[in-house]
């Protein structure tokens, strides 16, 4: 059975960074990606690594945030600096653009 377990998120101040985590069990995916949704907006794809490590970033993130996975641990991470008021969202991890995590609060106060 596949299941994705994120952890990490929390409130900060602007400026301040995170790191979130992402452990998958079940299978070891080709592709593992971060997406994240707002409150009243579309859920929005933001960093995505494949199993030989080629990574893709949305330009919103581009340059503050880092996608890197362990593959022995089958975990997926997403560091996230110079965080803004507009980073506050749910996050959440996606493997194979099939399975979904339940979800991390990120807060980013001004």
């Known amino acids: 059975q596949v299941r994705l377990v994120e952890s990490g998120g929390g409130l900060v101040q602007a400026g301040e960074s995170l790191r979130l985590s992402c452990a998958a069990s079940g299978i070891i995916f080709s592709i593992m990606a971060w997406y994240r949704q707002a409150p009243g907006k579309q859920r929005e794809l933001l960093a995505s690594?494949?199993?030989?490590?080629?990574?893709n970033y949305a330009d919103s993130v581009k340059g503050r945030f880092t996608i890197s996975r362990d593959g022995p641990e089958n975990t997926v991470y997403l560091q996230m600096n110079s965080l803004k008021p507009e980073d506050t969202a749910v996050y959440y991890c996606n493997a194979a653009s099939v399975h979904w995590g339940q979800g991390t609060q990120v807060t980013v106060s001004s």
């Open positions: 690594i494949t199993s030989t490590g080629r990574t």
